[in-house]
């Protein structure tokens, strides 16, 4: 549960409370995965039909997921752990690492909240759940974020006209 309080302008406080929750997808979410493969469409540009095959993919299988935050069961974040990640195609010696956390996404007007933060960490509960051993990411634009969850930079690599760093977290019991 979520508590936000705000001082109005005439110093008056109002405490107003959110409920947030964590749903791993199941094939039979439909209306969710449409809503996820179009929120990666307009942030960035990846084809629906694409998306919604990867998503498709990964929840026929135990050991990927993906998953969807909610506040006040309004959907607002979503992210996953998945086999394959785009970086492998372009920089094939990372395939030795069968975990990445990856796609975590934030609608635009609820980010710079912490909600990314929550999600990564409810990600990196259910990797551990699971006992995977660690897991790995890439990122050019939240590396700090990562870091300030006790993320590891691992290495620096080209992936098209950008420089993004690869990070491992152990999932320590």
């Known amino acids: ?23 791993i997808l199941s094939s039979h979410d439909h209306e969710l995965i449409s809503l996820i493969t179009n929120w990666y469409y307009e942030e960035w ?7 919604f ?14 998953i969807i935050m909610t506040i006040d069961s309004v959907p607002i974040a979503t992210g996953g752990i998945y086999h394959h990640v785009g970086l ?6 990372f395939k030795i690492h069968k975990h990445w956390l990856g796609l975590v996404y ?21 990797a551990k759940q699971r006992r995977f051993s660690e897991l790995y990411l890439f990122s050019d634009t ?6 300030r969850l ?3 930079k691992v290495e620096m690599v080209p992936l098209g006209s950008r420089l993004v760093t690869v990070m491992k977290k152990i999932m320590n019991e």
């Open 1 to 23: 549960m979520i508590h936000l309080i705000y001082e109005s302008l005439l110093g008056v406080k109002f405490k107003f409370v959110s409920q947030f929750e964590f749903k």
């Open 45 to 51: 540009k990846i084809p629906l039909d694409k998306s």
């Open 53 to 66: 095959a990867k998503i498709k993919s990964v929840l026929s299988d135990e050991t990927q997921l993906q």
């Open 88 to 93: 492998l195609d372009h920089q094939p010696k």
């Open 106 to 126: 934030t609608i635009p007007e609820m980010r710079r909240n912490g909600y990314g933060a929550l999600l990564c960490e409810q990600l990196e509960f259910l």
């Open 142 to 147: 939240a590396v700090d974020l990562y870091a």
């Open 150 to 152: 006790g993320w590891e």
